[in-house]
């Protein structure tokens, strides 16, 4: 198993430009999540899904879009980048509930916005 | 409101010395608790995590983190650090009926001297 995988691992954008971060899984988990990480905050969830189809938001999901049209992938679309949307985005996704149950994170994308 | 505070930005400890990361939190339930460690450049990797039962849980790496229902902590230690263990360590928490939205604290970066 690859886990969860991101790309770009790296972008720069100029403000007003738009992209998406892709995000897959080949875990078949039922759960993904988006977060961004800025200093001295934590991660913060943006977005979320529960299942193909099923999407909703998080702590700031402002200026952000995301949807699910399959199982292993997740996109996080900004659509306007702006200089606040400069972090470092991480993608997870979740097992079966249980007593196994837990969240596995990619490496990240960093993204800088000029 | 719902927070999740680790009090200690920054911890310098010599290697082969003890570690204790704080973390506390506020949430009207018990929720599910984790600690996370984050290396230089790398995601978030699952040190362990409490559901329930046992207080005193065991993860990877040689750490350990105990529950305490009255002081609303979650506290990660660690008998005898290693050079590797210098990352920052991030606490979450989750609420039992969606404990995939997990909310992280700010973080604890852990430096280790020789």
């Known amino acids: 198993n690859a886990g969860v995988t991101q790309t770009p691992k790296f972008q720069v954008l100029k403000t007003g430009q738009s992209m998406t971060l892709q995000c897959a899984q080949d875990?078949?988990?039922?759960?993904m999540s988006w977060y961004r990480q800025d200093p001295g905050m934590g991660l913060r969830l943006i977005h979320y899904?529960?299942?193909?189809?099923?999407?909703d938001q998080g702590e700031v999901p402002n200026g952000y879009n995301v949807s699910r049209s399959t199982t292993e992938d997740f996109p996080l679309r900004l659509l306007s980048a702006a200089p606040s949307q400069t972090s470092v985005y991480f993608c997870a996704s979740r097992s079966p509930s249980g007593s196994r149950e837990t969240q596995y994170f990619g490496p990240g994308t960093r993204l800088l916005v000029l | 409101a719902q927070s999740v505070t680790q009090p200690d930005i920054h911890i310098t400890v010599s290697e082969g010395a003890s570690l204790e990361l704080r973390c506390n939190y506020s949430?009207?339930?018990?929720?599910?608790l984790f600690w996370y460690v984050q290396s230089p450049g790398q995601g978030l990797q699952l040190l362990l995590k409490y559901f329930s039962g046992d207080t005193l849980v065991q993860g990877i790496k040689g750490f350990e983190a105990e529950f305490k229902r009255s002081q609303s902590s979650f506290n990660l230690r660690k008998p005898s650090v290693h050079w590797s263990d210098a990352a920052e360590y991030f606490c979450?928490?989750?609420?039992?009926?969606?404990?995939?939205?997990?909310?992280f604290g700010a973080g604890t970066q852990v430096v280790v001297t020789p």
């Open positions: 979450a928490v989750g609420l039992t009926d969606s404990w995939g939205k997990l909310q």
């Open positions: 949430y009207g339930a018990t929720p599910y």
């Open positions: 899904s529960v299942g193909a189809g099923i999407t």
């Open positions: 875990m078949n988990h039922e759960y």
